[in-house]
């Protein structure tokens, strides 16, 4: 028997729910039989409480707990004139979680929570008694408590209940998949007008509204909040893992670590509901034409893409749950391979409004289907607060669970990394957007060419660095790298708060590496914020189950360059969104200003643009979770297959008034710029892309063409450093054309015409004379 202390505060399974800046319900975390949230009496409509009460309890304001004259009848027709059961029986039936089927032990619980009704009545009120039972009664599929069900039947909180909406729901109390109005429309309406009919009896309503209730069709508006749906589902499982662990660090008033899935917090979040749905339709709206194009290629439609990766396939087929039961079963290998290539129907996924479709195939074909796809990584924060507003972790969630955002997901980052190493040239080594630098492949000692084969592009002419980030040049890039050192980069790396260790390897300012699109934008805040390093946050509070506050999350910034070098770089890199790797981005979106850079590794195995205003940055990636499996020509680029996305959500979220961003908002000028009256930046970004820019947002190599020396304070050695007769040759002259560089005549004036002005529009100056 439970102690009067435990009655008093019934420790009822209460799942954790996580809410968006606006208070919306975004999702729940809950085991079986725990999907259930506490109301107060005052926020329960009063046509459930009327309904309840006509149908299941009349008497339930004159008696204690029993209601003698119930059991009486009970007893003397043996429950052919309906139970003896009040209400309050009913809460300690459900509190005491009884029902057995054996005869002799029911009649003991019946005593037991008689017991219990008559202390509950002594120690609550009536209406906290009915607030407790409408807590924890089931409605059916997993669903417990009355404002789950009025938010899964009707999408609307339990306050707002019209009478035949309060009607339907206490009718399935009765029998919640009898009269389940999604399963059995027919039976739940049936129901529902006794339970009017009732409420009229009890003089709860007239017979005139009644009838014009029972007229009425059951209006639902169905929709069940799971894993699989709700607002931003990546986004919730991927902070699930950090709220099991903040669980672990703090107990709870009995001592003990909080369940996340009983103790019923209150997780408050930044994601913002309206750009969480502009950034998955950005997605939606993007990715089935990109999918399309891949599935015309023809090593995609002859299924020669899986030439030499049948591994893949096979590690694939070992890691399924057909072949883990048929294993379990006793099947051999060669057994369960058979079956794999038997053709069964099967629901798939597919770019419509369901994100799914019916087929016949082969399970083997049905993963070679689902490998082909391609997937996306969109997020979208305040660069100043670190607030994250959006996240997308894929395409779709009910069939590929793996998210693409977080900080564990990494991926080749390509030209996308090069914003930094300008912004260290800029800061430690005296860089500014006019500094000339030299288009010409670099040799590192024990390291071979960067790049790799030793190839420029663009004639291997002097460039000005604000150019060379324009145009993503990769040779100019290396000169960079030349000049700062590797060691030095990878310092600076760590420095702007890159989570992920990089290795002091020469390509690396070409993107030879791996990071996530969470740590890229965190990298980022430092163009638009200042100077400041802000780290992406994304739980503002997490409350207990009666609202009090158990810890709050701030921002957490950390100054990482000087504003002169943040406000420099933010400004260079509109060179790229004006007329560079992601031309017109800028006049297309009407920002008076803002700054992006695309990013494309080798083979297009990787697509990345990060671009940012002063209120607001966002980055995205696209690709196939096999490298080897990627789009064939220009479609692969960044500015290609990335930018679109980015595109599309900032035109909805700018067009949204709601949101408060503003078109002409600018970076904050430093006083020490408004003041330097020598400051002239112009004629340093020709508006004529050099021959084959566009290939140079690729990145040097695949991440696997570098090996590691066994000389730890040695640069990554290429696969290829014992260069044939024709590298040799490339290298060669590459060298010579740097020796040679001072004797190179200068550009003609036509070329000097077309490069100039560009910078002083940037930064407000006028041409000289």
Request: contains cysteine; neutral net charge; glycine residues 8%.
């Amino acid at each position: 028997m439970p102690s009067l202390g435990q009655l008093e505060n019934p420790a009822i399974t209460l799942a954790t729910e996580v809410y968006a800046d606006d208070g919306t319900l975004m999702g729940k975390y809950y085991r079986e039989r725990g999907n259930r949230s506490n109301v107060e009496y005052q926020d329960i409509s009063i046509h459930a409480i009327h309904a309840l009460v006509a149908t299941e309890d009349e008497r339930f304001y004159q008696h204690s707990g029993i209601d003698g004259k119930s059991l009486a009848r009970a007893v003397f027709y043996f429950g052919r004139e309906g139970g003896a059961s009040t209400i309050t029986q009913q809460l300690a039936k459900n509190m005491l979680d009884q029902g057995s089927k054996n005869f002799v032990r029911r009649v003991i619980e019946k005593m037991k929570e008689w017991i219990i009704a008559v202390k509950l009545e002594r120690n609550f009120t009536k209406e906290e008694i009915l607030a407790l039972y409408l807590n924890t009664v089931p409605f059916g599929d997993n669903i417990y408590g009355i404002r789950n069900a009025s938010r899964t039947f009707f999408q609307k909180e339990p306050d707002q209940l019209k009478a035949e909406e309060a009607a339907v729901l206490i009718g399935m109390l009765k029998g919640n998949t009898l009269y389940n109005p999604k399963r059995n429309p027919k039976a739940a309406m049936d129901r529902r007008n006794t339970v009017i009919d009732q409420m009229v009896r009890n003089r709860f309503i007239d017979a005139a509204a009644a009838t014009n209730l029972k007229a009425q069709p059951i209006r639902l508006n169905y929709r069940k909040l799971d894993e699989n749906n709700g607002l931003a589902p990546y986004f919730r499982d991927v902070i699930r893992d950090d709220l099991k662990r903040w669980c672990r660090e703090h107990t709870n008033p009995d001592g003990e670590p909080y369940d996340l899935y009983a103790d019923g917090l209150k997780i408050y979040t930044t994601i913002n509901p309206r750009m969480q749905l502009y950034a998955e339709e950005a997605v939606a709206s993007k990715l089935p034409q990109l999918q399309k194009a891949l599935n015309q290629q023809a090593n995609i439609r002859k299924g020669t893409v899986w030439k030499g990766h049948e591994n893949v396939l096979e590690a694939q087929m070992r890691n399924s749950d057909r072949w883990k039961n048929m294993k379990d079963d006793g099947f051999t290998d060669d057994e369960i391979r058979a079956s794999f290539k038997q053709k069964v129907p099967m629901k798939i996924f597919a770019w419509n409004e369901k994100r799914e479709r019916d087929t016949v195939m082969t399970p083997a074909d049905s993963i070679r289907y689902h490998r082909l796809m391609l997937q996306t990584a969109f997020m979208v924060m305040d660069p100043i607060s670190g607030q994250v507003k959006a996240w997308v972790g894929g395409i779709d969630f009910k069939n590929y669970k793996y998210d693409h955002v977080n900080l564990g997901t990494k991926r080749q980052v390509g030209s996308s990394i090069k914003p930094f190493l300008y912004a260290e040239a800029v800061e430690e080594a005296g860089f500014t957007p006019q500094t000339p630098v030299e288009n010409v492949a670099q040799f590192f000692p024990g390291n071979g060419m960067v790049p790799a084969k030793g190839v420029c592009k663009g004639n291997g002419e002097t460039v000005t660095m604000a150019s060379a980030l324009t145009w993503s040049l990769n040779c100019a890039t290396a000169y960079i790298m030349k000049q700062i050192g590797p060691q030095r980069f990878v310092d600076f790396l760590k420095q702007i708060n890159i989570p992920s260790k990089v290795e002091p390897y020469p390509s690396i300012a070409l993107g030879a590496c791996d990071l996530s699109l969470y740590e890229m934008l965190w990298g980022y805040t430092m163009f638009p914020a200042g100077g400041f390093s802000t780290k992406p946050i994304y739980i503002t509070r997490i409350e207990d189950k009666n609202g009090n506050v158990l810890e709050r999350f701030d921002v957490d910034r950390k100054e990482v360059i000087n504003e002169v070098t943040a406000y420099t770089m933010a400004k260079m890199l509109q060179g790229p969104v004006d007329f560079g790797t992601a031309a017109g981005l800028r006049a297309r979106l009407g920002v008076a200003e803002m700054g992006g850079k695309t990013g494309t590794t080798n083979d297009n195995a990787d697509a990345w643009f990060f671009g940012f205003t002063p209120q607001l940055l966002a980055g995205v990636w696209v690709g196939c979770d096999d490298r080897f499996i990627r789009l064939e020509s220009g479609l692969g680029y960044g500015g290609q297959a990335a930018r679109p996305v980015w595109e599309y959500f900032f035109q909805k979220a700018f067009a949204d008034k709601t949101l408060g961003l503003d078109k002409q908002a600018m970076f904050v000028q430093p006083e020490s710029l408004k003041q330097d009256l020598n400051m002239d930046y112009g004629g340093l970004i020709s508006q004529d892309a050099p021959p084959g820019a566009e290939g140079e947002d690729v990145g040097n190599g695949k991440a696997d063409d570098y090996l590691i020396s066994n000389d730890t304070n040695a640069p990554r050695v290429p696969v290829d450093s014992k260069l044939t007769d024709e590298e040799k040759d490339i290298k060669k002259d590459a060298i010579n054309q740097k020796n040679n560089k001072e004797n190179k005549p200068d550009s003609s004036d036509d070329k000097k015409e077309k490069k100039k002005g560009f910078f002083r529009r940037l930064f407000g100056k006028k041409d000289k004379e």
